[in-house]
């Protein structure tokens, strides 16, 4: 059994929480030949993407008070249980309908990951620390979405797009001895919240009208939009539109995710020079500069590859600092309800995210305008939510503290 408060233990809840970004970016290279193959149009496949990120927000709101409940290890364990099933109920699909009805299957399992490895640092690190180990447990992470979409194109070039979800299955398979043998329960049993509905509902209700936790999550979904916008469209976008082949989309896809990289590096390293509120407003601007200079150069016609890629690896630099920063910021006043914490913030991101995404589906055109519109429309908004929430609410909690301070 690992320590709690050890490397391990941190590489080990990446792991876990790889199960999110893996499930969305291994099969982005396959949607094209998926929807040939299904006998579906674009439109159809992506909803393949909505819909998996609708059930992952739905999910959220049940596996954290769940969890607060009974404990992060029996949930997760559950969790992904079922995600093995759905992940082979995809493989072998026979048409569109039954992947819909898998890749929701999918989502409602794989949640917990993503969901109760955040809860899961909290429990461990606190409110302070959390912050850093966040962002390093991102960095790790982040290897998951860098080769996701090259292992994606090579299976689909060998075995087809089913060996994806085989694959997919086949990592939940590895995950569940070591969740259950090596990992130890974060969350101690005097810190365990009842089920009741009443109390459920009581802690989301605090949650929504808590101005520090709606900031932070709320600029956290609207940049997220624009990262959704573009898993669900740039696909389409590159190889259909622009002509790469789905290997040079996987390769495309890692600079993308080295730019996150590098951005959760700067945020761990910054985190206690800088302080987690000048953090996300920087984040924010980068967001919103990144996603600006796309819709710039699709505005004036400038079709190319690096037109698209390349805006958006400085988006996803602010998304590497804001993601761990708005995480912590979003749970750190909340130790007593940070699985129903983590909840309403994953199910306000997904559900954000979905509904303002799948607009790059109903609206494509054919190019890269609508999902560069999407993009840029989701850092600005990140902006709009840091100056007009996150700002107020640092600065009335700096208040409160200085006259509580007062003799």
Not at 3 to 18: M, N, Q, W
Not at 92 to 101: H, K, V
Not at 370 to 383: E, N, P, Q, S, Y
């Amino acid at each position: 059994m690992l320590r709690l408060k050890s490397p391990a233990t941190v590489i080990t809840l990446a792991a876990l929480t790889a199960l999110g970004p893996l499930a969305t970016d291994m099969y982005l290279p396959a949607m094209p030949a998926m929807a040939a193959a299904l006998d579906t149009g674009p439109d159809q496949v992506q909803l393949t993407l909505s819909l998996y990120m609708a059930g992952f927000a739905a999910a959220q709101l049940f596996c954290g008070p769940f969890s607060d409940r009974f404990g992060r290890k029996p949930v997760m364990i559950f969790g992904f249980s079922l995600f093995l099933v759905a992940s082979l109920l995809c493989a072998f699909a026979p048409s569109i309908e039954w992947l819909l009805a898998g890749r929701f299957l999918q989502a409602l399992g794989g949640a917990t990951g993503p969901v109760l490895g955040r809860a899961a640092v909290r429990d461990i690190y606190g409110p302070l620390e959390a912050g850093r180990i966040l962002s390093y447990m991102a960095s790790t992470m982040s290897l998951a979405p860098a080769v996701a979409p090259i292992v994606g194109a090579g299976l689909l070039l060998l075995w087809g797009w089913e060996s994806v979800f085989v694959l997919l299955a086949l990592y939940a398979a590895a995950m569940l001895p070591l969740l259950i043998l090596a990992l130890p329960e974060p969350l101690p049993p005097e810190r365990r919240q009842s089920i009741h509905p009443k109390v459920i509902v009581a802690n989301f209700r605090m949650l929504l009208g808590q101005r520090t936790f709606m900031g932070y999550t709320l600029t956290n979904a609207a940049a997220f939009s624009g990262l959704f916008a573009y898993l669900s469209g740039s696909s389409f976008v590159l190889i259909d539109f622009l002509g790469v082949s789905p290997f040079q989309y996987g390769l495309f896809f890692t600079l993308i995710v080295a730019g996150f990289f590098v951005g959760t590096l700067l945020s761990g390293r910054y985190s206690h020079r800088l302080g987690r509120e000048r953090l996300v407003g920087l984040a924010s601007l980068i967001c919103a500069l990144g996603g600006s200079f796309m819709l710039f150069l699709a505005l004036f016609g400038v079709y190319a590859a690096w037109a698209v890629v390349g805006p958006h690896v400085l988006f996803m630099v602010g998304m590497g600092v804001l993601m761990p920063q708005s995480m912590t910021g979003a749970l750190a006043p909340n130790p007593h309800c940070a699985g129903s914490a983590s909840s309403l913030f994953g199910f306000l991101q997904m559900s954000i995210a979905a509904a303002i995404g799948s607009a790059v589906a109903q609206l494509h055109d054919g190019t890269s305008r609508t999902m560069a519109i999407v993009v840029a429309m989701g850092g600005l908004m990140a902006v709009a939510s840091f100056l007009g929430l996150v700002r107020p609410a640092e600065r009335a909690m700096r208040v409160e503290q200085a006259e509580g301070g007062k003799p």
